[in-house]
């Protein structure tokens, strides 16, 4: 009796498991497509789920049958599969044994084709581990490709996910444009066609093209970052990243382009261009709308509205409390001894300060709230009785201000953005193309080892002709550019542009002393060696004012008759192309009653240059 009751109990237990199987194979079958790939049945409900948040590969003609077996193989264990693939990958790396991390990786994306570190730890294995196992050039190239072409595989797998393109532009652009073997792969790239076709299912080639200097793995790296955005601007994707580096690494990827450019090119107006394009980009970046992780959403642009906010704000608080703030300043005043130009700049109004006010006035501002965090919320307590509502509305104003513009200061010095403003701007002038045509023939020369300027003088009328500039002079020319430039833009005395500049001075000092010559005293860009000396990194090694004034003073002790004052003349080489002091100039011999006056050998023309800063 009993057997046959648990015999009937299993009949009726499988009868109801193949009776639910029925429902259940009705709301998961997959979607059907004709010969066109038309959908012809959208599937089951389960099925339409999985297609909607892309959580499934199981699509009819898109299976992949290696990875499915995989997963077959795996026994419903596929998380304890992919956990011990993974402990094995990282062991492999640790040994640096990378044929064996690949295969394990690649077992990997069989079983998860939705785990995307494994193929960012995959790519990176290519174009970075494996490729540097070669010295040859070309072949880091070709696995440098490697690694970019095994990511666009998982973007099938991972449409949804801007982490896929992120990687593929971090990829494209620091790998090829910021390596040691940058030029070579750059030039690569550019002659590239295999490539740019294999990557036309994803980016167009035309999109990245440069008029007059092809592709470019910048561009290039700047449509895979687009991607990224669009895919969470309109198509609602997730977003895996922070605003602010979100949305910072498309527009940098232009500069980082023209910045390229102008270091392999003499600058036209098509690298002027991309500097323009890449300002237009890096303004609209400071236009965005950005959210901390608090939730206060501001801009890089926003802290000359929240300037003016602020103050309009504690001037309707005043009104509440009258004399309270006048009496707390005054005795802050005293206790932080706050410089006369700072104190100044803060009884300016907001509307009416230069940009250094405004920067004197918020450093005051800076150093009261950090003397006295309260002063608000003290002010607002001692409003009058009727007056308190209206007193916390506007010191929660106040408050709510005050956070977005610390969240507005840090971020902007996070990513550099003042810096990067400026510097894009210059970089679009005219006056800063010329200047950097004229360094990059000044380089060339360098390059050619014509360091001074060759010339022949004509026996009748002693009249000297150039025939051709040397490296010197060209410096020399482009330094009188970059004073003006500087001059009206001081901010670029911090930043990349002053270490290129450095960079530049160091190979013309290098010169001179080849040549046998000293350093100018009145050298155009004097102000920025003695600033970075004062402030900036070490390793110039070029002199600054203090070591030429003991120069000079040395050399007139020596030779009181040479002093700067009474100094003799610069006789000529005995090698015509040795001297380029008087380009264009007729050389003829001192009067006697005419003072001398020594002039480096090197010197350039800069007679109208010599009001600048020494």
């Known amino acids: 009796m009993n057997y046959s009751t648990s015999f009937t109990r299993k009949i009726i237990y499988i009868a109801v498991i193949g009776l639910l199987l029925i429902p259940l194979s009705l709301v998961s079958r997959p979607a059907t497509r004709d010969g066109n790939n038309d959908v012809k049945d959208a599937g089951g409900q389960l099925s339409q789920l999985r297609d909607e948040h892309e959580l499934s590969q199981a699509k009819m003609m898109e299976i992949d049958p290696a990875s499915e077996t995989m997963k077959l193989a795996s026994l419903g264990l596929r998380g304890v599969a992919v956990n011990m693939l993974w402990m094995q990958a990282i062991e492999h790396k640790k040994k640096e044994n990378w044929d064996s991390l690949a295969s394990t990786l690649n077992a990997l994306i069989k079983i998860q084709p939705n785990f995307i570190k494994v193929w960012e730890y995959q790519a990176h294995n290519m174009s970075y581990n494996i490729s540097v196992e070669f010295d040859d050039y070309e072949y880091r190239y070709h696995w440098v490709k490697k690694g970019i072409n095994f990511l666009t595989e998982g973007i099938p797998y991972n449409y949804r996910d801007h982490r896929m393109t992120d990687n593929l532009g971090f990829f494209t652009g620091m790998k090829i444009g910021r390596s040691d073997e940058r030029v070579q792969f750059r030039r690569l790239f550019r002659e590239d066609t295999e490539f740019h076709e294999g990557m036309d299912e994803w980016i167009d080639p035309d999109s990245y093209f440069t008029r007059e200097y092809g592709h470019d793995n910048w561009k290039m790296a700047y449509d895979w970052y687009d991607r990224s955005i669009n895919l969470v601007e309109r198509e609602s994707a997730p977003q895996y990243t922070g605003d602010m580096m979100f949305f910072m690494r498309r527009p940098a990827q232009l500069r980082n382009q023209a910045a390229s450019l102008q270091t392999e090119f003499r600058t036209d107006d098509v690298i002027q261009e991309v500097w323009n394009n890449a300002n237009e980009e890096w303004l609209d970046y400071g236009q965005q709308q950005i959210a901390n992780t608090r939730g206060v959403v501001i801009t890089m642009e926003g802290l000359p509205d929240n300037d003016r906010r602020l103050s309009r704000l504690r ?36 509307d009416q300060r230069t940009d250094e006010e405004t920067l004197l006035a918020r450093r005051a501002n800076a150093r009261i709230f950090n003397a006295d965090r309260g002063l608000d919320i003290k002010i607002a307590g001692l409003a009058k009785k009727e007056n308190q509502q209206d007193a916390r509305r506007l010191l929660e104003e106040i408050l709510m201000t005050l956070s977005e513009m610390r969240t507005t200061d840090q971020y902007s010095k996070t990513v550099n953005y003042k810096y990067w403003k400026t510097r894009s701007e210059v970089e679009a002038l005219d006056a800063t193309a010329a200047a950097r045509a004229a360094l990059f023939d000044a380089s060339e020369m360098k390059r050619r080892s014509i360091f001074d300027d060759e010339y022949e003088i004509d026996p009748v009328t002693k009249e000297k002709k150039i025939l051709q500039i040397g490296a010197i002079s060209k410096y020399e020319k482009a330094f009188a550019v970059w004073r003006e430039i500087l001059d009206d833009y001081p901010t670029l005395y911090d930043g990349a542009l002053a270490d290129d500049l450095c960079e530049a001075m160091s190979d013309y000092y290098q010169m001179l002393k080849v040549t046998g010559n000293e350093w100018p005293v009145d050298q155009p860009l004097q102000k920025l060696i003695d600033y970075r000396i004062e402030n900036g990194p070490d390793g110039d090694e070029l002199p600054g004012s203090e070591e030429i004034a003991e120069r000079e003073s040395l050399k007139a002790e020596k030779n009181p008759e040479a002093a700067p004052e009474t100094s003799g003349e610069t006789k000529p080489s005995e090698t015509p192309a040795a001297t380029a002091s008087d380009e264009g100039k007729k050389a003829e011999e001192p009067k006697d009653d005419a003072p001398s006056q020594i002039i480096p050998k090197t010197k350039d023309v800069q007679a109208d240059d010599q009001s600048g800063d020494r």
């Open 315 to 350: 001037a309707d608080l005043d009104k509440l409390a009258p004399g309270v703030r006048e009496g707390f300043m005054k005795e802050l005043e005293t206790k932080l001894n706050l410089p006369e130009e700072m104190m100044a700049a803060l009884k300016i109004p907001v």
